[in-house]
Structures are given as structure tokens and as C-alpha cells.
């Protein structure tokens, strides 16, 4: 039976309303269609677009009631796979310009022109702030947002004024921007329902000792790069310290893209050990000493044309050999994937683009768009993984038609598995598919959905 992915992403939600529920799948499935569309273009029609900005500024509708259905299709997913699940974390900005920012709320400040007393003139930014999990297999295969937190600095306005007057350590995380680190992953592990199979990653802006206390609280684990050194041991010592102590267990090759898209291969020294660390002095009182494990892997002989490769990782989960060092290191290679998701939202949703003028109506309509940009994620990583699953489950049967006639005749004999579909897509999107290109990305699969939908929306009206 052919899958209904709006009805799957959408069936665990209740927005009170049997008319706004169908309102919802009906603009999943359009802004699906059309990623990266402006909304007139989208709902194709004035009518479907004025309900659709009814729809966003309407009072009973919030981004955490959209997204309820996701999270529950997310929770299915995970429950039907095998093994440890990486719950990625990170944070994405998004800037407007709008002639009342104020309606949205500010990020920052930025520096502007040079003025004639030599000072900068500074303006604030508008815009929000998007904290996301992902959950993904260790295979990287994204399995669905398990939680969304959107703000804008307006909520923590003074915080920065309480840090000049006290040490950052003292003031409770519950006044901080970082307690969203805590939220997502309280959330997120109710949402898995299995503590131990989770691993939440995160960068160095994750490095939160609260955050440790609390994943023991809840019986799961994390995996994190450090900023900062810690106390250690009997408290005398630091981590960087111990560290610089410990023998390298051996070396470890990592291959990635600078943001040039240029291929970099770097080969890391591994060393690793088990310690106890301590919590901040002005907390101490409050949070216990944990024993944890220290990764390092330090780059040797880095080439002068860009910073070398230096991950200092700090896990609750066991490291006794260098292969399990490796492992815990392949597993963070990972956390770009929620990089590939941020981007896919921005580029391919182009979200900075809408013209929605309040915080509430952008947070809902990036809330539908999430889901989009998860769907076109999944799609390129499913591919890859199962290219010979059903296509059934990703694309309706108007759709496998019109891609079967755009395929050239002397391609046709090929197995009609998902690659096949899947790669009809990519070449409406513009990839070439020669033997030396890389394997197709989101970029094109999301231009290739809306060039497949424009086809779809041609045939509809051919055949009336």
C-alpha cells in the first residue's frame, strides 16, 4: 500500500480543529512540493495562499502543536531500527529586514559603516533563533526532529548584565540561553523512550556541566566537544594537564569538505583516558564529580593554508581501547548532518526570504518547512542506504510515471528501485551524473521535487 507521507508526519497532531488539521496537511504537502517557493507560489492561488497566512497567525495554531506529528513519525522510526540512535544538537540563526523588526525580535548587534569619529556604527539585527535534534542512525540515516525551540535575545534580555557583576559560573543555567541545550535533551530522550540507545552530540558550545549532571540523571549518554578545561581529578589538576600526560593509542583518518567544498584528508593522532572531573568551583556544592572519558585527536603535519583538525571530545560512554576511541570519533564526524539539515532549510526553503511580518507566524511557517527539509534529507540518505527499497514509500505513482518518461530510453532497462526514482529526480535538479561527480546532495534533490511538481500540476491540467 502506497505511503502517505503528509498524512504519516502529520497524523500525531491535534490542533483542536478537524479544518485546521486539513489546513495543515494540505500546506505540508504544497510547501513539500515546491520547496524553496515563495508561498504565492506554493498554494498556487490567492485563496489557498490567504488561508495559508490565516492559517500561520491564527491563535491556535503554535510551532510545538505542528510539530507534534513529526515528533511522534520520528519516535515510530526510532522504535523500528536497531542499535545506538545520535541525537544531534545545534542552533541556526535566522536574519530579516523588516521595516518593524521589533515584531520579530533581534539576535545580536553587527558592526556597520566606519564613521567620522573613527567608531563603528552598530545596528541591531532582526531575526530568531532556531534549536533543533536530530535523531540519526549510526549509519547517519535521519530519522526526524525529536525537538525545536525557537527565541529571540529579547527573552534573556539582562543576562549579560548579570555576568558583569558576578561570575558566569554562579548564574543558574535556568537564566542562561544554554539551558535550551538541557530542554532538547530532556525532551528528546522521553521522545526515544529507550535512554541508553541515545547519544546526544554536540559542539563545544554544548560543553555545559549541567548538561552532564542531568543525562545522568535520565540514564543516557552524551558525546560532546570540550572548550573548556575542566578541573580534574582531585581538583589540583586540569584536563588538559592529564591530558598532556597520556601516550597516543595510535592515529585516526578523517575526510571532509571545507566550506570551499574542497576535499581535505587529515590523519589524527588518537589519545585517550578516563578521569574524574569536577564541576565549575561555584557549583560545586551543587553538582557532584563525574568520571568520564577524554578524547583527543590532534591532527600531524597539518598543510599551512588552514587551521589543523583538534577535537576534544568528553563522553559518558565507555572508551577502553583505541577502537573505541575511533569509534566515538566517527560517531561526531556525524553531527554535520544537522549542518546539511540547516542548510537545506535555509538554502532550499530559502526561509530568510519569507515575507511573514510577526515571530509567530515565521516560527509556524519554519516549523512546516522543518519537516520539508527533514523529508529532503532523509530522501537523499534513504537513497543511499536502501537503494533498492520500494519506491512506493517515497513517491505516488503520477509521480514514478512522469519520472520513468523523463529518464532517456537508453537508462529505462534499470531496475525501478528508489535509486532509479531517486536519480530521475537529481537529473531534474541539474545533476549530471558522470562517473567522476560526487554522489547527488540535497541541493539538487529539493530542485528536482519542485521542477517533479511543476510536471505533476501540468499533467493535472493537460488531462481536465
Known amino acids: 500500500m502506497e505511503q502517505n507521507w503528509v498524512e504519516t508526519e502529520t497524523a500525531g497532531c491535534d490542533l483542536g480543529d478537524s479544518r485546521l488539521n486539513r489546513r495543515l496537511g494540505a500546506m505540508l504537502q504544497a510547501l513539500g512540493e515546491r520547496p524553496g517557493k515563495s508561498l504565492p507560489t506554493a498554494f498556487q492561488d490567492w485563496s489557498n495562499t490567504k488561508a495559508a497566512y490565516r492559517f500561520f497567525s491564527n491563535g491556535n495554531v503554535s510551532e510545538d502543536k505542528i510539530l507534534e506529528g513529526h515528533f511522534a513519525a520520528s519516535a515510530l522510526r526510532i522504535k523500528a531500527t536497531e542499535g545506538p540512535i545520535l541525537i544531534l544538537q545545534d542552533t541556526t540563526e535566522f536574519s530579516f529586514k523588516r521595516s518593524a523588526p521589533e515584531k520579530i525580535g533581534f539576535t545580536g548587534t553587527?558592526?556597520?559603516?566606519?564613521?567620522?569619529?573613527?567608531?563603528?556604527?552598530?545596528?541591531?539585527?532582526?531575526?530568531?533563533?532556531?534549536?533543533?535534534?536530530?535523531?540519526?542512525?549510526?549509519?547517519?540515516?535521519?530519522?526526524?526532529?525529536?525537538?525545536?525551540?525557537?527565541?529571540?535575545?529579547?527573552?534573556?534580555?539582562?543576562?549579560r548584565a548579570i555576568k558583569r557583576k558576578i561570575n558566569p559560573t554562579r548564574v543558574p543555567i535556568e537564566q542562561k540561553e544554554s539551558m535550551r541545550?538541557?530542554?532538547?535533551?530532556?525532551?528528546?530522550?522521553?521522545?526515544?523512550?529507550?535512554?541508553?540507545?541515545?547519544?546526544?552530540?554536540?559542539?563545544?558550545?554544548?560543553?555545559?556541566?549541567?548538561?552532564?549532571?542531568?543525562?545522568?540523571?535520565?540514564?543516557?549518554?552524551?558525546?560532546?566537544?570540550?572548550c573548556v578545561d575542566r578541573l580534574a581529578e582531585d581538583g589540583d589538576t586540569t584536563i588538559a594537564k592529564v591530558m598532556t600526560q597520556v601516550q597516543s593509542s595510535g592515529t585516526h583518518e578523517v575526510r571532509f569538505r571545507d566550506a570551499q567544498g574542497k576535499d581535505h584528508c587529515a590523519v589524527l593522532s588518537v589519545r585517550y583516558a578516563t578521569m574524574t572531573v569536577r564541576p565549575p568551583i561555584g557549583k560545586q556544592r551543587k553538582y557532584q564529580h563525574q568520571s568520564l572519558?577524554?578524547?583527543?585527536a590532534e591532527e600531524l603535519d597539518p598543510p599551512e593554508d588552514r587551521l589543523p583538525v583538534f577535537w576534544k571530545l568528553i563522553t559518558n560512554l565507555p572508551v577502553?581501547?583505541?577502537?573505541?576511541?575511533?569509534?566515538?570519533?566517527?560517531?561526531?564526524?556525524?553531527?554535520?548532518?544537522?549542518?546539511?539539515?540547516?542548510?537545506t532549510l535555509k538554502t532550499g526553503c530559502r526561509i530568510e526570504e519569507l515575507r511573514l511580518a510577526t515571530a509567530?507566524?515565521?516560527?509556524?511557517?519554519?516549523?512546516?518547512?522543518?519537516?520539508?527539509?527533514?523529508?529532503?534529507?532523509?530522501?537523499?540518505?534513504?537513497?543511499r542506504e536502501v537503494p533498492a527499497a520500494n519506491p512506493a514509500a517515497v513517491f505516488t505513482d503520477d509521480e514514478r510515471h512522469l519520472l520513468e518518461h523523463a529518464t532517456p530510453h537508453r537508462k529505462r532497462m534499470a531496475p525501478h528501485d528508489l535509486e532509479f526514482y531517486v536519480k530521475a529526480v537529481t537529473h531534474l535538479g541539474?545533476?549530471?551524473?558522470?562517473?567522476?561527480?560526487?554522489?547527488?546532495g540535497t541541493t539538487v534533490i529539493w530542485r528536482g521535487l519542485a521542477r517533479l511538481a511543476d510536471l505533476v500540476e501540468g499533467v493535472r491540467i493537460v488531462g481536465r
Not at 577502553?320 to 542548510?343: G, M, N, P, Q, S
Not at 541539474?430 to 562517473?435: E, F, I, P, T, V
Open 110 to 159: 553587527s558592526c556597520g559603516r566606519k564613521m567620522a569619529d573613527g567608531r563603528h556604527q552598530s545596528h541591531t539585527i532582526c531575526g530568531m533563533r532556531l534549536h533543533v535534534s536530530l535523531a540519526v542512525t549510526s549509519a547517519g540515516l535521519p530519522l526526524g526532529l525529536t525537538a525545536a525551540k525557537f527565541w529571540s535575545r529579547d527573552k534573556f534580555k539582562g543576562t
Open 181 to 226: 541545550w538541557l530542554d532538547n535533551l530532556r525532551l528528546s530522550t522521553e521522545l526515544a523512550g529507550a535512554p541508553e540507545r541515545c547519544v546526544h552530540v554536540g559542539d563545544r558550545e554544548s560543553d555545559i556541566y549541567e548538561l552532564y549532571c542531568l543525562a545522568q540523571d535520565l540514564g543516557t549518554n552524551f558525546l560532546v566537544r570540550s
Open 293 to 296: 572519558q577524554i578524547i583527543h
Open 320 to 343: 577502553e581501547t583505541h577502537a573505541d576511541a575511533v569509534h566515538k570519533l566517527e560517531w561526531y564526524a556525524l553531527r554535520w548532518k544537522i549542518e546539511t539539515f540547516f542548510r
Open 360 to 383: 509567530d507566524r515565521l516560527a509556524n511557517c519554519i516549523a512546516l518547512c522543518c519537516v520539508v527539509a527533514w523529508r529532503v534529507s532523509w530522501m537523499t540518505m534513504f537513497s
Open 430 to 440: 541539474g545533476y549530471l551524473d558522470r562517473a567522476s561527480d560526487p554522489p547527488p
